[in-house]
């Protein structure tokens, strides 16, 4: 199965930025880094009729985004890529809407602190706090949530995966499920599709990767849970999915991952997409293979209702 001709041409444009940062010399910069988020080709228009509120989950800026029909009781807590040093609630607006569609249910953008100007385990603390606050606050004010999910993308899906670990040690009411795209969840980089994909992979290298860790970690340790969940307890954890690109070079953060819940008893689902790209979701539904995994991610959300 080759990719669509929408999805080719995504990785066409990413191939050629990297080919011309590559003949021009470029390191990558934080500034770089996240203006590429703010106009890269995963830049996708929000659906239509799209309520959103901006909220502080305690002291932490969030961003309540609501399809319409949407359930106010049932709320997911979404957490962005962009590698701990990128994104906001501007990026990822638009597959948050995505899901919220797909789901049925109302979504929380959590717009946790940055590297470097913020360390770890700061992100970490950020999402679990804006979770424990969305447990008994909605888009419609205080209330307690019917349903209660976790769901985040690439270093979010690290982060949502950490998270899952930190709400179980402090014996906070658990996620119905969670839903984990293409999650960046070992900085020790240690996965052999770092290196073996590194040719496929047009958007996230080794380097990169390891550039990144750096700052988020500082002088951390980067197999810490709170950043690399991989080496994490997994006991008790709720119901996931894990969706990832065969080639992607995070591929083996989600099979570790994955098989590391299963030894623990997790109900865990993974699904290795053939021809995609990282986060491939971000692209809206102008490419299939992009509303094909966000539809799906909303199918596995509603059975759990």
Same mark, same amino acid.
Not at 59 to 71: F, I, K, L, Y
């Given at each position: ?104 249910? *109302?979504? %929380?953008?959590? /717009? $946790?602190?940055?590297? #470097? ?10 999402? =679990? !706090? ?97 950043? *690399?969940? %991989?080496?994490? /307890? $997994?006991?008790?954890? #709720? ?10 070079? =995070? !591929? ?54």
């Amino acid at each position: 199965m080759a990719a669509s001709p929408e999805l080719q041409d995504a990785i066409n444009k990413l191939r050629a930025g990297n080919e011309a940062a590559a003949k021009a010399g470029l390191a990558p910069t934080v500034q770089g880094v996240r203006d590429m988020m703010a106009g890269s080709v995963f830049t996708a228009p929000a659906p239509a009729g799209l309520r959103t509120a901006k909220v502080r989950a305690v002291t932490v800026p969030c961003e309540w985004v609501c399809a319409p029909g949407s359930d106010p009781n049932k709320r997911i807590l979404y957490l962005h890529g962009g590698g701990y040093a990128a994104g906001n609630l501007d990026t990822h607006r638009a597959l948050c809407g995505d899901i919220s569609v797909a789901s049925g249910a *109302s979504v %929380l953008n959590v /717009d $946790y602190r940055l590297a #470097p100007e913020y360390t770890a385990p700061a992100q970490f603390d950020d999402a =679990l !706090l804006a979770y424990r606050w969305m447990l008994d606050n909605g888009p419609l004010g205080e209330d307690e949530a019917s349903h209660a999910f976790v769901a985040g993308d690439s270093a979010g899906g690290g982060l949502g995966l950490a998270v899952l670990q930190g709400i179980r040690d402090a014996g906070v009411r658990a996620p119905d499920a969670a839903a984990l795209i293409s999650p960046w969840t070992d900085m020790t980089g240690s996965g052999a599709s770092m290196r073996s994909n590194a040719e496929k992979d047009p958007m996230v290298g080794y380097g990169l990767l390891s550039w990144m860790a750096g700052m988020v970690v500082g002088d951390g340790d980067p197999a810490d849970p709170r950043v *690399s969940p %991989l080496f994490g /307890d $997994y006991a008790g954890l #709720p119901p996931m999915l894990i969706q990832v690109g065969e080639n992607e070079t =995070l !591929l083996d953060d989600s099979r570790s991952a994955a098989d590391k819940a299963k030894a623990a008893g997790v109900d865990v689902t993974l699904e290795c997409w053939p021809d995609v790209i990282h986060v491939w979701h971000a692209l809206g539904h102008a490419v299939p293979e992009a509303s094909q995994g966000i539809n799906r991610v909303g199918e596995y959300l509603r059975g759990r209702f």
